[in-house]
Nanobody, 124 residues
Framework: QVQLVESGGGLVQAGGSLRLSCAASGRTSSTYTIGWFRQAPGLEREFAAAIRWSTGSTYYADSVKGRFTISRDSAKNRAHLQMNSLKPEDTAVYYC?????????????????WGQGTQVTVSS
């Protein structure tokens, strides 16, 4: 069973940057997609970005396109989310998730495995 652990969250001022990491352990495979989702208080969980592990293909939500970059380090079994030009509305708990069907999807229902989340707070 694959386990996902996020790290890198914290408090940052608007306009600043943070880099989130998602470490995958256990019986990992190259045929899956890693997605980053976020959930702000009182709101539904929303998609931010995804990367297909085998090809490096990426997919972004319009709200983060041009500011966030998703990447993977195959040697270390880690995925990263570089977040630049952060805005107060980016404040949320950020989750990484794995889609073992390898689909580059924005639908949270297609992701079977989830990390525990890491808090990102952007002050104005």
């Amino acid at each position: 069973q694959v386990q996902l652990v996020e790290s890198g969250g914290g408090l940052v001022q608007a306009g600043g940057s943070l880099r989130l990491s998602c470490a995958a352990s256990g019986r990992t495979s190259s045929t899956y997609t890693i997605g980053w989702f976020r959930q702000a208080p009182g709101l539904e969980r929303e998609f931010a970005a995804a990367i297909r592990w085998s090809t490096g293909s990426t997919y972004y939500a319009d709200s983060v396109k041009g500011r966030f970059t998703i990447s993977r380090d195959s040697a270390k079994n880690r995925a990263h989310l570089q977040m630049n030009s952060l805005k107060p509305e980016d404040t949320a708990v950020y989750y990484c998730a794995a889609n073992t069907g390898n689909a580059l999807s924005s639908d949270s229902r297609t992701y079977e495995l989830w990390g525990q989340g890491t808090q990102v707070t952007v002050s104005s």
